[in-house]
Nanobody, 117 residues
Framework: QVQLVESGGGLVQAGGSLRLSCAAPRSIFSIYAMSWYRQTPGKQRELVAGATSGGSTVYGDFVKGRFTISRDNTKNTVYLDMNSLEPGDSAAYYC???????????WGQGTQVTVSS
């Protein structure tokens, strides 16, 4: 079973920053785009950001320049740097691997981000 291991979630005040990390097996990381999704209760999971191994990136419209996704190929890890966090960013954040903009093949277990006002 493929394991994507997320870390870095937590509680932060509005306007603050967090960095999420997701480590993947090399066999997955080297082939697939890595993405971050988020989900709140009662809502569909939505794409936050994605990045291919070739350097292409995509962001959800709500990001508005506040978040940056990056990949460290030496560590097989993808990061999501989140700045200017808002209470509306509170959600469970999931790491995923697959074809960019398509339904992911693999998912992490999720990490909770809570932004207080």
């Amino acid at each position: 079973q493929v394991q994507l291991v997320e870390s870095g979630g937590g509680l932060v005040q509005a306007g603050g920053s967090l960095r999420l990390s997701c480590a993947a097996p090399r066999s997955i990381f080297s082939i697939y785009a890595m993405s971050w999704y988020r989900q709140t209760p009662g809502k569909q999971r939505e794409l936050v950001a994605g990045a291919t191994s070739g350097g292409s990136t995509v962001y959800g419209d709500f990001v508005k320049g506040r978040f940056t996704i990056s990949r460290d190929n030496t560590k097989n890890t993808v990061y999501l740097d989140m700045n200017s966090l808002e209470p509306g960013d509170s959600a469970a954040y999931y790491c995923a691997a697959g074809v960019l903009r398509s339904a992911p093949r693999y998912w992490g277990q999720g990490t909770q981000v809570t932004v207080s006002s």
